[in-house]
């Protein structure tokens, strides 16, 4: 089951925040965030665990609800930089990063 | 470092020709992943492998075949490519220093495959 990611596209102009949600219908063990820019390959931005165990970036934060099987990706004070289509994937109980379900995506564009 | 190296970068067959994504990783990665990834639908795997010699499918298999005889090449076939098969395929692996689940995926740049 692919998890759900909201909302599909987002416009901010520079300086503005942002939230990504990621939701699940099934129990989540770990949940990644990858950005990707046009024409290229998806880059590592954080993973959450189950249990509260981050790691990531320092400009970006993120939370993982247990109980709604959700995650949120904060982006804030925008920068152009910051553009392109965001993904959530998803790895459940037993299951390895090789594994993971990703979300169709967000995309990101900010604009000056 | 090259990290994961994938090619072609871009393909075009006609329908029923067979062809090889080559895949290819110098970080001593134990997993690696084929994912495909199409307008509006997200990366979805094909197939995976947890070591050499093991692969196993992931949610989109048919029409594509993997094998994995060294850690380093996780080649990705076409044995009658279909029209269906037109999109953006991605190579990933990590390692397994971390928690379950909790591996970093490094991607490969992507093969563009256009079949007429």
């Known amino acids: 089951q692919q998890p759900v990611q909201s909302p599909q596209a987002v416009i901010l102009r520079e300086g503005e925040d942002a939230v990504i949600n990621c939701s699940s219908s099934k129990a989540l063990y770990s949940v990644h965030w990858y950005r990707q820019k046009h024409g290229e390959a998806p880059v590592f931005l954080m993973i959450l665990l189950k249990g509260g165990e981050q790691k990531g970036h320092d400009k970006i934060s993120a939370s993982f609800n247990e109980k709604k099987q959700q995650s949120s990706l904060y982006l804030t004070a925008s920068q152009l930089s910051y553009s392109g289509t965001y993904f959530c994937g998803t790895a459940y109980s037993g299951a390895g990063s090789y594994q993971l379900t990703f979300g169709k995506g967000t995309k990101l564009s900010v604009i000056p | 470092n090259a990290g994961v190296t994938q090619t072609p970068k871009f393909q075009v067959l006609k329908t029923g020709q067979s062809m090889t994504l080559q895949c290819a990783q110098d970080?001593?990665?134990?997993?690696m992943s084929w994912y495909r990834q199409d307008p509006g639908m997200g990366l979805r795997l094909i197939h995976y492998s947890v070591g050499a010699g093991i692969t196993d499918q992931g949610e989109v298999p048919n029409g594509y075949n993997v094998s994995r005889s060294t850690t380093e090449d996780f080649p990705l076939r076409l044995l009658s490519a279909a029209p269906s098969q037109t999109s953006v395929y991605f190579c990933a692996s990590s390692g397994t220093g971390g928690a379950y689940g909790a591996n970093v995926l490094t991607f490969g740049a992507g093969s563009r495959l256009t079949v007429l």
């Open positions: 970080m001593n990665h134990e997993y």
